[in-house]
């Protein structure tokens, strides 16, 4: 399993906001997480990427277990995290952002193509590369984060609200590079607040009400109105749905 | 017209080794947000060690080397042990009380080992001829100052822009948690940038001694705020900012020593710096903030 997670626990100071969280994610799937504000989604993704240390529970990568290690340990072990509001390195150029991606890898030349290939691939930011990406709007700026965190070639890759702001041609662009990449079979931990778009992508679905898991399932199964409906179901009846 | 011209030459090359001071000043400011006020007194602590070896009969380059590790050594330690846990609950305000702290012990350290008297710095190392172009006379050392100045922001910014570990740096002083996610191991950035600003502050320092000739702890405090001058007049985090800084402050100075009073330096200077903060807060070349989205 390239992912497992069991147990949970985690939160900020004396507040609680995963409350015992089990689940695991299959090499070459993609599934959604999705839940109501401060249910605790981008909470999740910082546990399994290094960047909150749980309070209790294990997550393991490939079998490794990688509870309370530090981010640079997820990254090497090919758990990459394209973190919430982006956060671009302002002052770098979208170039460089993109470069320092490939941070943790040897491979200095086989980089340089590959940070080529990814400006070819997208008009919309190619012209773009030298530009501070603190000067790029907000949709250039999230295909400038996906490409960072591609440069690390993830074996799962954590997206939080790619969507996150975006003008509706933005999240379409978005929407149609993370398509390619699933075909591509490229794993993914997807946190989203727009059902619709992440259900069309995803294999599987959590929902998360509250830091519980109140359904899990195929995407196949439930609609993003069902999805909707979970969210005003008490974390204790959603278990039996 | 000579004396001018004369005030700007030594200006000059005091202003070398501001630049020297202020670079490492400016780059552990923009790694952790932090005014290190213990910067003077790590680099004074480092100097007398090298003195100490110098009288003790090693060679130049083995104690500037050895010196340089010293200061290094310390503030990596400084970073480690003081500010990193202060920093890390957020307490700024702290980690800065925590600098002013650790300035204090190094000073007294210092005096505890070598005394409180100011020691003659053995100089022969470095010629101390002058040369002589039209009427002016230019002192070998201001040109060994300016062109060791101009070689480390050259390096400097040849290292952040071009090479993975500088650009590492850069990542971490714009955003520590994002670099963080890179695979960056921070702490390791952090520290390496703490050790750098003592090597090149000290390479400043020795320079400074072997001009002056007279080594006394009170110079810990007079570098530290030299370093933070010149910072902020070049705008501080700026590589280029903190050699422009440098040379201004060195020229303004002997400016103002030649033409108004050697005894208003300090408070003309202060107020130099308090106009840089209200109307100037980034300097002259130091950035706006970014647009965001």
């Known amino acids: 399993m390239l992912l497992k997670v069991e147990g949970l626990h985690a939160g900020y100071g004396l507040t609680r906001v995963l409350s015992g969280l089990s689940f695991a994610v299959q090499a070459g799937s993609v599934v959604a997480v999705l839940g109501p504000n401060g249910a605790g989604k981008s909470t999740l993704l910082r546990a399994v990427s290094g960047m909150r240390v749980p309070v209790a529970g294990r997550i393991l990568v490939e079998g490794e277990d990688l509870t309370g290690c530090a981010e640079h340990r997820f990254v090497r072990a090919g758990v990459v995290h394209c973190p919430e509001g982006r956060r671009m390195f302002p002052y770098m150029s979208a170039e460089a952002n993109v ?37 790029l709007s907000g949709g250039q700026q999230q295909l400038v984060a996906l490409g ?82 979970m969210y005003f179901k008490s974390p204790g009846e959603g278990a039996a749905a | 017209m000579t004396t001018f011209l004369q005030q700007v030459i030594n200006g000059l090359g005091a202003g070398g080794q501001y630049a020297l001071w202020a670079v490492g000043y400016g780059l552990v400011y923009q790694i952790l947000g932090l005014m290190h006020f213990a910067h003077g007194d790590t680099l004074i602590f480092a100097t007398f060690v090298i003195f100490a070896l110098l009288t003790g009969g090693v060679p ?59 020691k003659v710095f053995p100089y022969e190392f470095l010629s101390n001829s002058l040369l002589h172009v039209g009427g002016l006379r230019i002192p070998v050392l201001a040109l060994v100052n300016i062109g060791c100045a101009v070689a480390v922001i050259v390096a400097f910014e040849v290292f ?110 202060f107020g130099i710096l308090i106009v840089f903060l209200l109307a100037l807060p980034n300097g002259f070349i130091g950035r706006r903030e970014a647009v965001r989205l």
């Not at chain 1, 490939?102 to 080529?116: A, H, I, K, N, Y």
């Not at chain 2, 080397?65 to 503030?75: P, Q």
């Not at chain 2, 990193?84 to 000073?107: E, H, T």
């Not at chain 2, 993975?164 to 695979?183: E, I, K, N, W």
Request: charge should be positive; hydrophobic fraction near 50%; glycine fraction near 12%.
């Open chain 1, 99 to 135: 470069r320092i991606g490939g941070f943790t890898r040897s491979d200095r030349q086989q980089l340089d193509r590959d940070v080529d290939d990814f400006f070819d691939r997208w008009d919309a930011i190619s012209e773009r590369r030298r530009t501070a990406a603190g000067q």
């Open chain 1, 148 to 229: 960072r965190a591609l440069m690390a070639r993830p074996r799962l890759l954590l997206l939080d609200e790619p969507s996150l702001g975006l003008a509706p041609v933005a999240v379409q662009q978005m929407y149609g590079a993370l398509r390619e990449l699933a075909a591509q079979r490229q794993s993914i931990l997807l946190v989203e607040q727009n059902a619709r778009h992440a259900l069309a992508l995803a294999d599987q679905v959590l929902v998360l009400v509250g830091g519980e898991i109140v359904h899990a399932g195929p995407t196949s199964e439930v609609s993003a109105e069902d999805v909707a409906g």
């Open chain 2, 60 to 118: 130049f380059p083995i104690a500037l080397v050895l010196g340089m590790a010293v200061g290094a050594l310390i503030a990596m330690g400084i970073e480690k042990f003081v500010y990193r846990p202060l920093v890390g609950r957020n307490q700024l305000l702290l980690a800065f009380v925590g600098a002013l702290g650790a300035a204090y012990i190094l000073r007294n350290v210092v005096t505890l080992i070598w005394g409180v008297q100011t």
């Open chain 2, 160 to 269: 952040l822009s071009r090479s993975r570990s500088g650009q590492s740096v850069v990542a971490v002083a714009q955003d520590r948690g994002a670099a963080a996610l890179m695979g960056i191991k921070v702490g390791k950035v952090v520290a390496l940038v703490y050790g750098l600003s003592a090597v090149v502050g000290v390479l400043g320092s020795v320079l400074y001694v072997a001009q002056s000739r007279s080594l006394d702890v009170a110079l810990g405090f007079d570098i530290t705020l030299k370093a933070f001058i010149a910072a902020i007049i070049g705008g501080i985090g700026s590589i280029r900012g903190a050699l422009i800084g440098g040379l201004t402050l060195g020229v303004v100075e002997a400016l103002i020593q030649g033409y108004i009073s050697t005894l208003m330096l300090n408070a003309l200077l």
